[in-house]
């Protein structure tokens, strides 16, 4: 070992102990000065009751698959339609211009709107048709809107990554004799998938995340048996419950795109 990776190998022990004791004095900080305000024995007994903790925990844990069951459903549409919109933002073709158009109008509406206000509006207002079971199911119209949604975001991703690839690429394609294309599914896209890939997992985890908004039209996963929980029992622990239930897959979720990040800005460095 040199003396500049001695230097840098003592620089990361310092760092490290230096974050390990601020981090224990904030723990410290809050275990201690926390039980001392006045309220936390009623808040200790509604948020933190042991008992109903496991009492709620397995049913709060099976509801919580239909939350996945959602998110997993939804994820595939989203990506096709995310990819089509961001297509269509991207279209040069004089003849294709209503499509652009169309592209940007619809990313303006949907990233515009709060999501859980289009839950509300979709959710709501399309079973009012007078639909025939099964189309009047909250689940279907529940999906749709955040399928409209996320489909918004996920475009402007996946548009930023397909204009961050350099002219001189498309340039190449057309002297092999790629027409426009096969240039975007041959050269383009490949490369603009990949960088956007770290960015469109957070995206994944915030739609994980907003699956439970679809608790207010109707379908009973894990926010909603919560709120059932909370109302029989008297008692928020459930919701607690539920928290840790979505950091068990948020967290790791989100460290692994994270990890990705840290990759791809080691990659282009």
Known sequence: MNRRQAYEAAERRRSLIVAGISTLAVILAIVLLVPLAPGWPQVKTSFFDGAVFAQTFPTLLRAFLVDVMIFAWSVPIILVLGLAIALA?????????????FGAVYVDVF???????????????????GLPRPWNSPYIWGTVALVLTYSAYVAEVLRSGIES?????????????????????????????RRVVPANMNMLVALQKD???????????????????KSLLANFTPYVVAAIIFLMVTVPATRYADYLLNRDRNARS
């Not at 498309?170 to 240039?183: E, F, I, K």
């Open 165 to 193: 690839i350099h002219s001189s690429q498309r340039n190449a394609a057309v002297c092999l004799g790629l027409n426009a294309g096969d240039t975007m599914r041959y050269v383009i896209l490949p490369q603009a998938i």
């Open 89 to 101: 933002r991207g279209a040069q073709t004089p003849a294709l211009f209503p499509l652009r158009i």
């Open 211 to 229: 699956v439970a908004l679809l608790s207010f039209i109707g379908p009973v996963e894990i926010l909603r048996q919560a709120g059932i929980y």
């Open 111 to 129: 990233r515009g709107i709060p999501v859980v206000l289009t839950i509300y509006l979709i959710g709501f207002g399309v079973p009012g048709l």
